[in-house]
């Protein structure tokens, strides 16, 4: 009688999946699914958070020095992170005069991009004649003639050939340029306009 019982429940459990086998293949996916997208979830973010931690604390290790002078109140070579920003570097050095360019600073200088060590600010006076407020130890150009596009001036770049006020203005919001192909790979300029510049212009 029990053996007759156990056959009839197998086969009544054979002919379950098989009248549903496609639910059954269906649960059984979506179980495996979840359980897959569980893992990684987990996974991917236990990874980032490691990353973030260790490329926060290499960053906040770097000491950088910057040379400020000009239209400043407290000019004088300042210590900073290498995080920081000309912003930060204006308000070190006590903020910008009262007789401080304003507008020129204000077309000429990106206040957002991040300082490297060794970079020289200089902040003209109202009706000085200047060529870049910017600075490095080769200055808005190099030895060669090439236009420096992290230093250079809105001027000096609308001097090269298809750069506008607008792109000029493009290149200086970028600031800084590891290498000249970032100007292409950031899309700050167009290709043919690239080809035509990238033998006139330097980013050391």
Not at 22 to 27: A, G, K, Q, Y
Not at 110 to 118: F, I, T
Not at 147 to 165: C, D, F, K, W, Y
Request: glycine share 8%.
């Amino acid at each position: 009688m029990e053996e007759r019982s156990e056959l009839f429940s197998l086969d009544s459990t054979s002919k379950f999946l098989k009248k549903n086998l496609f639910i059954v293949i269906l649960v059984l996916g979506g179980v495996l699914l979840l359980l897959f997208g569980a893992l990684q979830f987990f996974s991917e973010d236990k990874d980032s958070g490691i990353e973030f931690v260790r490329n926060e604390t290499e960053i906040k290790a770097e000491k950088i020095f910057i040379d400020i002078s000009g239209a400043v109140n407290n000019p004088g070579v300042y210590e900073f992170e290498s995080t920081q920003r000309i912003n930060d570097a204006i308000e070190s050095a006590g903020g910008l005069s009262t007789d401080a360019n304003i507008e020129y600073i204000s077309r000429n200088v990106n206040q957002a991009q991040k300082l490297s060590d060794g970079m020289k600010l200089y902040f003209p006076f109202e009706g000085e004649e200047v060529e870049s407020v910017l600075g490095s130890s080769s200055g808005s150009e190099s030895a060669g003639g090439l236009v420096n596009i992290n230093s250079a001036s809105q001027r000096q770049l609308e001097e090269l050939p298809r750069i506008g006020p607008v792109t000029a203005e493009k290149i200086i919001a970028g600031r800084p340029y590891n290498i000249v192909d970032d100007l292409l790979i950031r899309k700050i300029v167009g290709v043919s306009v690239f080809d035509q510049i990238k033998d006139l212009v330097t980013a050391p």
